[in-house]
Structure formats: structure tokens, C-alpha cells
């Protein structure tokens, strides 16, 4: 859906602009020749009948800096996308709507997502919007866990990374795995699928952000459904990134697909603008999708 509208804001705006241009450098100067040779005593309201623009072109004078304005916003510095699962909880919840940071991976012509400046790379710790690899007209939010070069592996819970041998990188920090450290903040706060999820503050090698999991998962996998590999070691490759959701044992993520090409990353995710609650039983007269409030202590700055 949002591929789509950034495609039809680029037609509108080429349109508008286009239908601007032509009527300004082309028949309005004919206009004004038309003008400045009537005779003296024509009334001034009759020149400007001749000089009028049709209604066409006076629309698209008005649509074309506001399309354009809010093109150049949505495809260069912010775009705003909604929350619409739980993957990232506790750090982004079901009705969310954040902004995504467009130009802090590059700058890229609309529609087509070809990169024309470069500006930095997604780093440990983001949270990111990408295309979703297997459906790129998805769009998904995750974290990034491993960088390229990056070995991640994934077992019992215990997220560990070893880092390649690069300039800029302590000699102690590469060739050798190293443990993510995680600290129990609280046990049941959260609730999903009828299982209390315990909450932990994870130390992503030196970024900082919260999680959840489920500690029954281990014991009891069939619990939940999801399929495919949960666990495992993973090598990251060049211009890749592997991902994961911050509710560990509730996220679709890299684990079960893969890595995230760079050149499907949207932006990252900076900014909480709005919350919406929903809380609305099936059997009341008002629709579930209809917000029953405002999480009005969630606006603000993401934390990592």
C-alpha cells in the first residue's frame, strides 16, 4: 500500500506540474501579448478574463506545491507507519504510529529506490523499517542484530555475536563470540496468547533496549505456531543485515526467512507521534477497529 501511494503522489505531483509548467512558459505569455495589445480603454477586468487560467490549470497551480511539498517530506525526510502486530513489544505496541527517518540510510529517487546519496548504514541497535524480503511491497519493523560479517547465533534463548577482524575494532571484540547480557526487569507485565511474557533489558553490545520471551517456549514449543527455525548460527553476508523482533519468541523475523539486503532497508524508526488504543469487545455496538483511546506517555522519541 505504501508503494502505491508513492507512486500515485509521483504521478500527481509529475501532472499538476507538468500542466503548470506548460501553461506558464507557453500560453500564458501569449495571454499577456493577447492583453497588451488591446486598445486603451478596455477595462481592467476584461484583461484579466483574458489573462485567467482554465480551471484545469488553476487547480493544478494550486494542488502542485502542496502534492510536491508533501512528496519531497514522505520520500526524502519522514514517512509515517503504523504498528499492526506485536513483534517489537515492548518497545513498539499494536497501534503505534511512528516516523520513520528516511534519509538516515541515503537518499532515494521514489518509486524506483535507487540510491543517489549516500548518507550512513543501518547499525547494531536500529530499529528499522525494510521491504520484506520474501514480499518486498510489505513493509516490516525489526532490529538490527547482526551487521555483515557479523556470526550470530541463537540458541536456548542466548543471543550471541562474533564480529569480523576489521580496522576500528578492538582485537578482544572479533574472531570470538560474545554474550549478549540481559537483566529480568519483570515476569507477567505482558500477556500474549494467554502466556505472561518475562521483560528483560538486553545489552546489544553496547545498545540498549528492552525485550521480551516467553520462558515456557524452551519447554514447550508447541505452544506457538510458527515454523521454521528458531534457533540456530547464522553468518551474516556483505551488504545484508540479520534481523530480529524485540518479543523474541512471538516475531517473524531472520531466523525464519533470512537476511535483509541493504538495499531494502525504508529508514529508521525515531518517533512515536501518536498511540491508539483498542479495546473494544466484538459485541459492541461501536467496530473493533475504532480506537476506544490515546496512549498519550508513549508520544515521544524512540528509545533503542
Same mark, same amino acid.
Given at each position: 500500500m505504501a508503494t502505491y501511494f508513492e507512486l500515485i503522489l509521483v504521478l500527481a505531483t509529475s501532472f499538476t506540474g507538468l500542466v503548470w509548467a506548460i501553461d506558464h512558459f507557453m500560453f500564458l505569455p501569449k495571454r499577456k501579448a493577447v492583453v497588451a495589445g488591446l486598445p486603451d480603454g478596455i477595462e481592467e477586468e476584461a484583461k484579466q478574463a483574458v489573462l485567467q487560467e482554465s480551471a484545469l490549470v488553476e487547480n493544478c497551480h494550486g494542488l502542485f506545491p502542496v502534492i510536491g511539498f508533501v512528496l519531497i517530506l514522505r520520500s526524502f525526510i519522514y514517512e509515517p507507519f503504523q504498528i499492526p502486530s506485536g513483534s517489537m513489544m515492548p518497545t513498539l505496541l499494536i497501534g503505534d504510529f511512528i516516523l520513520v527517518e528516511k534519509f538516515a540510510y541515503g537518499i532515494k529517487l521514489p518509486v524506483l529506490r535507487t540510491k543517489v546519496l549516500e548518507t550512513g548504514k543501518p547499525k547494531r541497535g536500529d530499529a528499522v523499517v525494510f521491504k520484506y524480503p520474501p514480499k518486498p511491497d510489505v513493509d516490516y519493523i525489526k532490529r538490527v542484530v547482526g551487521e555483515p560479517g557479523d556470526t550470530v547465533r541463537y540458541?536456548?534463548?542466548?543471543?550471541?555475536?562474533? %564480529?569480523?577482524?576489521?580496522?576500528?575494532?578492538?582485537?578482544?571484540?572479533?574472531?570470538?563470540?560474545?554474550?549478549?547480557?540481559?537483566?529480568?526487569?519483570?515476569?507477567?507485565? $505482558?500477556?500474549?496468547?494467554?502466556?505472561?511474557?518475562?521483560?528483560?533489558?538486553?545489552?546489544?553490545?553496547?545498545?540498549?533496549?528492552?525485550?521480551?520471551?516467553?520462558?515456557?517456549?524452551?519447554?514447550?514449543?508447541?505452544? $506457538?505456531?510458527?515454523?521454521?527455525?528458531?534457533?540456530?548460527?547464522?553468518?551474516?553476508?556483505?551488504? %545484508?543485515?540479520?534481523?530480529?523482533?524485540?518479543?523474541?519468541?512471538?516475531?517473524?523475523? %531472520?531466523?525464519?526467512?533470512?537476511?535483509?539486503?541493504?538495499?531494502?532497508?525504508?529508514?529508521?524508526?525515531?518517533?512515536?507521534?501518536?498511540?491508539?488504543?483498542?479495546?473494544?469487545?466484538p459485541e459492541d455496538i461501536i467496530p473493533t477497529w475504532v480506537p476506544s483511546g490515546i496512549r498519550t506517555e508513549r508520544l515521544g522519541k524512540i528509545g533503542q
Open positions: 540458541i536456548n534463548k542466548q543471543l550471541s555475536i562474533k %564480529s569480523p577482524c576489521v580496522d576500528g575494532l578492538d582485537i578482544k571484540d572479533c574472531g570470538t563470540f560474545r554474550k549478549v547480557e540481559i537483566d529480568i526487569l519483570s515476569q507477567g507485565d $505482558f500477556i500474549q496468547e494467554g502466556y505472561p511474557l518475562t521483560g528483560a533489558s538486553e545489552n546489544l553490545l553496547g545498545v540498549e533496549h528492552q525485550i521480551l520471551f516467553n520462558p515456557a517456549f524452551a519447554v514447550r514449543p508447541e505452544y $506457538f505456531n510458527q515454523t521454521g527455525i528458531r534457533q540456530g548460527e547464522w553468518l551474516v553476508p556483505q551488504g %545484508s543485515y540479520f534481523v530480529m523482533g524485540d518479543n523474541r519468541d512471538n516475531s517473524l523475523d %531472520s531466523r525464519f526467512w533470512g537476511f535483509v539486503p541493504e538495499a531494502n532497508m525504508v529508514g529508521k524508526a525515531v518517533f512515536i507521534w501518536t498511540s491508539f488504543l483498542f479495546e473494544r469487545a
